[in-house]
């Protein structure tokens, strides 16, 4: 790649959008492009019947960028459309590639919020913005590596639509998981080897299979604390338990738990905040946000648990929400929540089925994520190798990586 360096005010000209009013939004004709319609295409379009100056109208293909709250490079996809403010619309001069010039600044972006003023919705003001260099080759030059980005690119953003794919569908999955084990499906074959029928569950009310909490009040000078934000509510586990002066007790300190019992929010916002302690938690104190359920004999704790993480339980429990400001449940509510109880043995069969299901699923989303990231960090690598010249040289290795990565999500592993 030449030498020759310039800065973003000398190749392209930059047209802030209007600053449209609310008073000026419609439910009809062509759409107003914000902030948000950039971060999100499922966002809806404020829109007007009016017209208004053509620097301002935007149409499919234009290279837009976000310069205020949230900083990046956009082709617009959409329709012909208005320009909103804090928004720029990027023309490039002649003899510069406009992807050429999309591809650097999605490049330096992360640059760019270090020169970026404000705290809470921060923006960069124009000066700072035009001064930014950028490495300038002769236009076929900037052709050529644009041509290699959106090869490489085209593979990654295959890849990158595959692990979503997992990612968004993995709560699907998993309530599918949970209805046929709830269901009697996923024992089928288990009650039909050990001669059993769907007759011998039982519906059971939880007031009959749970026994009453108890309290507990902190001693020494420090104790171990669970409140609502120690759960992690994807994996519904606890990440860790506060550490907390007895001095400074919250007055809602006061659940005891113990090995093997389960927590089960009880508040609207966090249903799903739900745990079960194992034996490095048993010497805790829950809030009193949390039911502590206690299993008797014959019924398995982490079937309970299982239950309790189920989405159906949770829609079934949300319609006995009470109160404005925090709604929650009842506590006899709660208990009189009915259950299917299969037989012990296979309540324990279930369990060992689920752990073994869920976990694949979860190690399945786990692998997803990190491939998601894997992918974003590759695009860092190669716009870095672009602008320095060398993305020819790395080509080959750059094609085949990408390549295996979008491999490893093929639709064998999605089934």
Partial sequence: MTDKIS????VAKYINGRAFKPNEWEKIGKPIIRIQNLTNSSEICNRTTKNYDEKFSVTRGDLLFSWSATLGAYIWQGEDAWLNQHIFKVVPNNGVEKSYLYYYLTFITNHLYEKAHGSGMVHITLKPFKETEIPLPPLNEQQRI??????????????????????DGSELRRAAILHKAFAGELTKLWRDEHGFTLDTWQKKFLSELLLPMQTKRPTGETFRYIDI?????ERQTVRAPKIIKTIEAPSRASRAVESRNILFSMVRPYLKNIAFIDDDL?????????FVCRCKEGLSPKFLYQFLCYDGTINYLMQFMRGDNSPSIRKDEFLGTSINLPPLDEQKEIVRLLDDLLGREQRTKDLATKTLERIELMKKSILARAFRGELLTTKKADVSHSQAITAGFDENNLN
């Fill in 229 to 233: 934000d120690s759960i992690d509510n």
């Fill in 282 to 290: 048993k010497d805790c104190i829950a809030s009193t946000g949390f």
């Fill in 7 to 10: 800065t973003l005010g000398s």
């Fill in 146 to 167: 644009v041509s290699l980005l959106d090869e490489l690119f085209a593979k990654l953003d295959e890849a990158k639509a595959l692990a979503q794919a997992v990612v």
